[in-house]
């Protein structure tokens, strides 16, 4: 692990270079490696990530993308970076030596996206992790669908909130999506209501009699988790008829 990583981690505070901070808002250990082994599966040379924060999840994605050993452009936006943050993400970056793979813009989402769909970018992963309104995801997954190539991966931090739940689940309506690892919340398995929940499904039209999350819940569907990813697996070719319910 970059050291610059470890001794943010360890002590769990960020400098500015005059004045120290406690680290907040940052993915756990554990969602780090779960990012870096995604990294490392998936092998992006393009790739976009919502929310630098202190800049943790980036240094994990940076160490993972330089233990890849190939050309890798991450392209990384957050419009509070100098103000909320005091350049400290950026700060971090700099000094892990990471600073030649970043692209960064201090821009919200909702403007930076559309402008990298218009320049006609394509990227092979993006990481969700900014303002965790239902809408303001549910936006960044409209964009960043059009971004990802197939095969592509989109990770979602914080994916047991409700509204980012409702934006993986909707997601999963697509045909061109399939869970593709999640990093799994506590969980003792099957309990008595997934034993009736199963019983249900196998009810004739099941899925016009019962509502589909009392049918399925995270549990049945990969996404009872902390830290989801999501791979597209084929173009997404819905027409504007299309309606998942
Ligand atoms: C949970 S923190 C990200 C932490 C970071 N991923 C880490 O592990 O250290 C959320 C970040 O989203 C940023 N943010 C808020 N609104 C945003 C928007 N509209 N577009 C992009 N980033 C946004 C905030 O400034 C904040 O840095």
């Given at each position: 692990m970059n050291p610059v990583?470890?001794?943010i981690l360890t002590t769990r505070s960020v400098s500015d270079g005059q004045v120290a901070?406690?680290?907040?808002?940052?993915?756990?250990?554990?969602?780090?490696?779960?990012?870096?082994?995604i990294i490392r599966d998936v092998k992006p040379?393009?790739?976009v990530e919502i929310g630098l924060?202190?800049?943790v999840s980036t240094l994990y994605i940076c160490d993972a993308l330089v233990a890849n050993g190939l050309p890798a452009r991450?392209?990384?936006?957050?419009p509070f970076q100098s103000t909320r943050y005091r350049s400290i993400g950026l700060r971090n970056i700099t000094q892990a030596g990471y600073s030649r793979l970043i692209e960064f813009h201090e821009e919200p989402s909702e403007f930076q996206l559309p402008r990298l769909n218009a320049e006609g970018l394509s990227v092979e992963f993006a990481l969700v992790d900014g303002w965790h309104s239902f809408d303001q995801v549910m936006v960044e997954f409209y964009y960043i669908n059009r971004l990802l190539r197939v095969g592509g991966v989109v990770a979602f931090d914080d994916a047991n909130r409700?509204?980012?739940?409702?934006?993986?689940?909707?997601?999963?309506?697509?045909?061109?999506y399939e869970v593709y690892?999640?990093?799994?919340?506590?969980?003792?398995g099957l309990t008595w209501a997934g034993v009736v929940r199963q019983a249900m499904?196998?009810?004739p039209r099941a899925e016009q009699i019962f509502r589909e999350d009392l049918l399925y819940r995270d549990w049945d569907l990969g996404v009872f988790a902390t830290f989801v990813a999501l791979r597209k697996v084929a173009e997404d070719n819905l027409s504007e008829r299309w309606d998942p319910t």
């Open positions: 990583l470890e001794h901070v406690p680290l907040a808002d940052n993915i756990s250990r554990e969602e780090g490696e779960f990012l870096a082994k040379r393009t790739s924060g202190y800049g991450h392209i990384v936006m957050d409700r509204n980012i739940n409702r934006v993986i689940r909707h997601a999963l309506t697509y045909p061109a690892d999640a990093r799994r919340g506590q969980g003792s499904r196998r009810f």
